[in-house]
C-alpha cells in the first residue's frame, strides 16, 4: 500500500489554501487506495471533520507553523509507522525550502514538493508541482529523474466543484464574495459594503467567511443592514453555494481554480504577490478580470467592474467558457499518476486534437524550452491561442495530432500546408514530463503520412535550429532525410523532408 503523509498548514495570515488544494490531492490519492494522512497546524474543526468523512487521519503539528528538528522528526514518525508500505511525503508552503525538503528525501521517501512561487533557486523533490496557471512558462531547477508539472493541467481542485448548471434568464443575479479562509488584508467588509450600497438591481449578495477570517463579526453586522445582503460562515458546502452564482468576487488563490472550474466569472482580488502570476494569466484566457486594492478608490473599480459585468451576459457567458476550458477537474488525478508510478507506464496513442486540447497543447508550447528552440520566441497569449486553436480544428489547411498518455497530451504535431508548393510544414514539441522516451520520433513517425494525405501534400518539411539536438535525432529516427542547410529569421537551420509517394 502506499502510504501519504501531507505537511500542511493553516492560519489567519496564511489561510486554508495549501491545506485544501492538499485535500484535493489526498482525494485522489485515497481512490487510488492509499494510506493518506495530513500534519497540520492551525487546522480547524471543520477541516478535520472533512478529513475523517473522507477516511483521511489527521495529526496536529503544534501551533508555531515555521518547521523544526521536531518538525521533521513527528513527518518522520508518521512516514515509519507503516513498515512496508511505499512512503510519499507532500510538503506544501512557504516556510518549507530546499534544506527541509532534503532531509526527508534521506528518509528514503518520495517526496512531492508543491510550490507555487517559483523562488527557490532548486527543488528536491522527486515530483515538483506548481498546479498554477502561468507556471507553465517557468523554468524549474530539480534533481535529474524529477517530474516537474507546472500550470493548470494540474490544478488541485477538489472533486465537489463541478461545471455549475445553467441559470434561468429571469432569476435574480447572485454575487458571492469569497476572499479564502482568512482574507488576512481585511478586504471582505470594505467590498461588501460598496457592493450593499450600489443597489444593483434584480441582484442578491452573498458574502462568504472563510474559517479563519478574524473579521466575521464586522461582516455579519454588514448583514444586519439588510439590502439583499447575506453572509454565509464557513459553509459546509462551499461548492454548491458557488454554483448558484452568476459572478463572484473572489481572492486570487485556490478559489479562482474553483470558480473557473465551476465556469462562474470571476473579478479576482490580488492581496498578495504569490497571487500575482496566477491572476494575470487567468485574465489573459479571457476568464476573469483582475484588480489589486490598495486604496479606498481601488475598491469603487470592484463595484464598478461588477456593475458592468452584470449587464453583460454576453461576456460573463464568454469568461464562464474560458474558465471551464483552463480547469478539467483533472489535475488531482494526473499529479496522483506521476505519484503513484502510473504516468510512467500508460500506454500512448496517437488522436485527432479535441477543443479540451488546447490549454494542455499551450502548456507544451510555453515550456520555455520549448520557446527557446523556436522562430518566434515571445509568450503565447493564452486568449489568441484559444481562438488560433479553435480555428486550426476548422482549418482546411491545417492538420494537428495528439499522442495521449492516459489523460494527458504527451506531445503535439501540427501540419500546415504551404501556399506555394504542395508541401506540409511540420511542428512539434513533448510535454516536459515525458521526455527521453521517443516520442517526438513516434508522433512524427505516426502522423506524417496522415497529415499528407489530408492534406494533399507531396512531401512533409520541418525545419530544425541546430542546437536542437532532440529534434534533430527525431526526424532522423523517424526516416525524414536531411536535405540542407540555411538560414531562417537569422538561426542556422536543417531542413528534413519526407516524399509522401
Same mark, same amino acid.
Given at each position: 500500500?502506499?502510504?501519504?503523509?501531507?505537511?500542511?498548514?493553516?492560519?489567519?495570515?496564511?489561510?486554508?489554501?495549501?491545506?485544501?488544494?492538499?485535500?484535493?490531492?489526498?482525494?485522489?490519492?485515497?481512490?487510488?487506495?492509499?494510506?493518506?494522512?495530513?500534519?497540520?497546524?492551525?487546522?480547524?474543526?471543520?477541516?478535520?471533520?472533512?478529513?475523517?468523512?473522507?477516511?483521511?487521519?489527521?495529526?496536529?503539528?503544534?501551533?508555531?507553523?515555521?518547521?523544526?528538528? @521536531?518538525?521533521?522528526?513527528?513527518?518522520?514518525?508518521?512516514?515509519?509507522?507503516?513498515?512496508?508500505?511505499?512512503?510519499?511525503?507532500?510538503?506544501?508552503?512557504?516556510?518549507?525550502?530546499?534544506? #527541509?525538503?532534503?532531509?526527508?528525501?534521506?528518509?528514503?521517501?518520495?517526496?512531492?514538493?508543491?510550490?507555487? %512561487?517559483?523562488?527557490?533557486?532548486?527543488?528536491?523533490?522527486?515530483?515538483?508541482?506548481?498546479?498554477?496557471?502561468?507556471?507553465?512558462?517557468?523554468?524549474?531547477?530539480?534533481?535529474?529523474?524529477?517530474?516537474?508539472?507546472?500550470?493548470?493541467? #494540474?490544478?488541485?481542485v477538489r472533486s465537489d466543484v463541478q461545471p455549475a448548471p445553467a441559470r434561468p434568464a429571469d432569476a435574480?443575479?447572485?454575487?458571492?464574495?469569497?476572499?479564502?479562509?482568512?482574507?488576512?488584508?481585511?478586504?471582505?467588509?470594505?467590498?461588501?459594503?460598496?457592493?450593499?450600497?450600489?443597489?444593483?438591481?434584480?441582484?442578491?449578495?452573498?458574502?462568504?467567511?472563510?474559517?479563519?477570517?478574524?473579521?466575521?463579526?464586522?461582516?455579519?453586522?454588514?448583514?444586519?443592514?439588510?439590502?439583499?445582503?447575506?453572509?454565509?460562515?464557513?459553509?459546509?458546502?462551499?461548492?454548491?453555494?458557488?454554483?448558484?452564482?452568476?459572478?463572484?468576487?473572489?481572492?486570487?488563490?485556490?478559489?479562482?481554480? @474553483?470558480?473557473?472550474?465551476?465556469?462562474?466569472?470571476?473579478?479576482?482580488?490580488?492581496?498578495?504577490?504569490?497571487?500575482?502570476?496566477?491572476?494575470?494569466?487567468?485574465?489573459?484566457?479571457?476568464?476573469?478580470?483582475?484588480?489589486?486594492?490598495?486604496?479606498?478608490?481601488?475598491?469603487?473599480?470592484?463595484?464598478?467592474?461588477?456593475?458592468?459585468?452584470?449587464?453583460?451576459?454576453?461576456?460573463?457567458?464568454?469568461?464562464?467558457?474560458?474558465?471551464?476550458?483552463?480547469?478539467?477537474?483533472?489535475?488531482?488525478?494526473?499529479?496522483?499518476?506521476?505519484?503513484?508510478?502510473?504516468? @510512467?507506464?500508460?500506454?500512448?496513442?496517437?488522436?485527432?486534437?479535441?477543443?479540451?486540447?488546447?490549454?494542455?497543447?499551450?502548456?507544451?508550447?510555453?515550456?520555455?524550452?520549448?520557446?527557446?528552440?523556436?522562430?518566434?520566441?515571445?509568450?503565447?497569449?493564452?486568449? !489568441?491561442?484559444?481562438?488560433?486553436?479553435?480555428?486550426?480544428?476548422?482549418?482546411?489547411?491545417? !492538420?494537428?495530432?495528439?499522442?495521449?498518455?492516459?489523460?494527458?497530451?504527451?506531445?503535439?504535431?501540427?501540419? =500546415?500546408?504551404?501556399? =506555394?508548393?504542395?508541401?506540409?510544414?511540420?511542428?512539434?514539441?513533448?510535454?516536459?514530463?515525458?521526455?527521453?522516451?521517443?516520442?517526438?520520433?513516434?508522433?512524427?513517425?505516426?502522423?506524417?503520412?496522415?497529415?499528407?494525405?489530408?492534406?494533399?501534400?507531396?512531401?512533409?518539411?520541418? %525545419?530544425?535550429?541546430?542546437?536542437? @539536438?532532440?529534434?534533430?535525432?527525431?526526424?532522423?529516427?523517424?526516416?525524414?532525410?536531411?536535405?540542407?542547410?540555411?538560414?531562417?529569421?537569422?538561426?542556422?537551420?536543417?531542413?528534413?523532408?519526407?516524399?509522401?509517394?
Open positions: 500500500m502506499i502510504h501519504v503523509v501531507i505537511r500542511a498548514d493553516a492560519g489567519p495570515t496564511i489561510g486554508v489554501g495549501h491545506v485544501m488544494r492538499c485535500f484535493a490531492l489526498a482525494e485522489a490519492m485515497r481512490a487510488r487506495g492509499a494510506r493518506v494522512e495530513f500534519v497540520s497546524a492551525g487546522v480547524s474543526h471543520s477541516i478535520e471533520t472533512r478529513f475523517a468523512s473522507h477516511g483521511i487521519a489527521y495529526v496536529a503539528a503544534g501551533s508555531a507553523i515555521w518547521p523544526s528538528e @521536531e518538525d521533521v522528526d513527528t513527518v518522520m514518525q508518521r512516514v515509519h509507522a507503516h513498515p512496508g508500505d511505499r512512503s510519499v511525503v507532500v510538503v506544501d508552503g512557504y516556510h518549507f525550502d530546499q534544506e #527541509y525538503v532534503a532531509r526527508l528525501k534521506r528518509a528514503d521517501c518520495t517526496v512531492v514538493w508543491i510550490d507555487d %512561487l517559483h523562488a527557490a533557486p532548486a527543488y528536491a523533490g522527486d515530483v515538483v508541482v506548481n498546479p498554477t496557471l502561468g507556471a507553465e512558462r517557468c523554468e524549474y531547477t530539480a534533481p535529474v529523474g524529477a517530474r516537474v508539472l507546472l500550470g493548470a493541467t #494540474y490544478a488541485l435574480p443575479r447572485h454575487v458571492i464574495i469569497t476572499l479564502g479562509g482568512a482574507d488576512p488584508a481585511g478586504l471582505t467588509a470594505p467590498i461588501a459594503a460598496a457592493l450593499r450600497d450600489a443597489k444593483f438591481r434584480n441582484c442578491r449578495i452573498t458574502v462568504i467567511v472563510g474559517v479563519s477570517n478574524p473579521h466575521a463579526a464586522k461582516i455579519r453586522a454588514l448583514a444586519a443592514s439588510g439590502c439583499g445582503l447575506a453572509v454565509v460562515e464557513d459553509p459546509a458546502d462551499l461548492a454548491a453555494l458557488i454554483a448558484t452564482a452568476d459572478l463572484a468576487v473572489a481572492s486570487a488563490g485556490g478559489t479562482a481554480w @474553483e470558480l473557473a472550474r465551476a465556469g462562474v466569472p470571476a473579478v479576482l482580488v490580488v492581496a498578495a504577490d504569490n497571487q500575482e502570476r496566477g491572476a494575470r494569466t487567468i485574465a489573459e484566457a479571457g476568464a476573469s478580470i483582475t484588480v489589486r486594492p490598495r486604496s479606498a478608490a481601488d475598491i469603487g473599480e470592484v463595484v464598478d467592474l461588477v456593475g458592468t459585468l452584470l449587464e453583460d451576459d454576453s461576456r460573463r457567458a464568454r469568461m464562464a467558457g474560458r474558465g471551464r476550458r483552463i480547469i478539467d477537474g483533472r489535475g488531482p488525478s494526473r499529479v496522483a499518476q506521476w505519484v503513484t508510478g502510473e504516468a @510512467e507506464h500508460a500506454p500512448v496513442r496517437m488522436r485527432g486534437p479535441q477543443p479540451a486540447d488546447a490549454i494542455q497543447v499551450w502548456r507544451i508550447a510555453s515550456d520555455p524550452g520549448v520557446r527557446a528552440q523556436s522562430f518566434d520566441r515571445q509568450p503565447i497569449d493564452l486568449d !489568441r491561442h484559444f481562438d488560433w486553436f479553435d480555428a486550426r480544428l476548422q482549418s482546411s489547411s491545417a !492538420r494537428d495530432y495528439v499522442l495521449e498518455s492516459g489523460d494527458e497530451i504527451a506531445a503535439h504535431i501540427r501540419f =500546415d500546408r504551404r501556399a =506555394d508548393a504542395p508541401v506540409a510544414d511540420i511542428s512539434f514539441a513533448v510535454a516536459a514530463p515525458f521526455r527521453g522516451r521517443g516520442l517526438g520520433r513516434r508522433v512524427l513517425a505516426d502522423s506524417w503520412r496522415a497529415a499528407c494525405g489530408a492534406l494533399a501534400a507531396t512531401a512533409a518539411r520541418g %525545419l530544425v535550429l541546430e542546437t536542437n @539536438e532532440p529534434s534533430i535525432r527525431a526526424f532522423r529516427g523517424a526516416g525524414f532525410e536531411e536535405r540542407r542547410r540555411t538560414v531562417h529569421r537569422g538561426y542556422p537551420c536543417i531542413e528534413f523532408e519526407r516524399d509522401a509517394a
